[in-house]
């Protein structure tokens, strides 16, 4: 997986994310999700992925001195030094629970962006018109009677068996405009993940200029930046 690659699973759909690390990310039944956004300022972390949609469970294994993982989502971020939670995102809001460990999550927009510690045992929730979220003992029993089958346990890894079998993916069809459009309309960090193709273009002609602009993926990054920096000056 690249920076700003875009999962989408089908309705019977279970998928591993799983890094050098030992953490894994599983995702469930039509979902989508977003991997590696583009760098941001605020606290260092793994990521951030963002779940668009769907179900994402997180496992992240003790490690010492390492990063937490972080998903973003348009409410919340989760963020995990070492443990487990599932996360569900829909239309009216997102919520986690927390199965081992500790979690920290961070209410995307609030007035003074709210650092809440969320144990084990214990389950958070922000709804779309709720400026901070909450957090509750137990799960919620909505969040139990949806949550998919195949992500009530905690699955072994399959990074090691299969590190060796890389696989070209399929290009997904073309999406239209205003599906497009959809996805401009959330974080900035999303955003700048669907620039338009000047981007692009722009890479390539740097590129044969002699300038390193890093891969050429449409993203106005940091390597694209510098480059465009050098050739003005």
Not at 69 to 97: E, N
Not at 171 to 188: M, Q
């Amino acid at each position: 997986l690249r920076q700003c690659d875009i999962i989408r699973t089908g309705p019977k759909a279970l998928v591993h994310v799983e890094f050098d690390d030992g953490a894994m990310i599983v995702l469930g039944p039509d979902t989508r999700f977003v991997f590696g956004l583009p760098a941001a300022g605020g606290e260092a972390s793994v990521g951030p992925q963002f779940l668009v949609s769907g179900w994402a469970k997180l496992v992240v294994p003790k490690r010492d001195g390492a990063l937490p993982h972080r998903i973003r989502t348009v409410h919340f971020d989760l963020l995990i030094d070492a443990g487990v939670a599932v996360v569900h995102h829909g239309d009216d809001g997102g919520q986690f629970f927390v199965e081992r460990g500790a979690a920290v999550a961070l209410a995307s927009g609030a007035r003074a962006r709210a650092r809440v510690s969320v144990a084990a045992g214990q389950s958070y929730a922000r709804g779309t018109d709720q400026e901070d979220g909450a957090v509750t003992t137990g799960v919620d029993h909505a969040l139990a009677k949806d949550l998919p089958r195949p992500l009530r346990d905690t699955l072994p890894s399959k990074l090691a068996r299969l590190k060796a079998r890389d696989v070209e993916p399929e290009p997904s069809p073309d999406n239209g405009r205003a599906e497009i459009d959809a996805w401009r309309r959330t974080v900035p960090e999303l955003r700048s993940c669907l620039q338009d193709d000047s981007v692009r273009k722009s890479q390539e002609a740097l590129l044969r200029g002699g300038f390193n602009v890093g891969p050429i993926d449409g993203i106005l990054g940091p390597h694209t930046q510098a480059a465009l920096r050098d050739f003005q000056h």
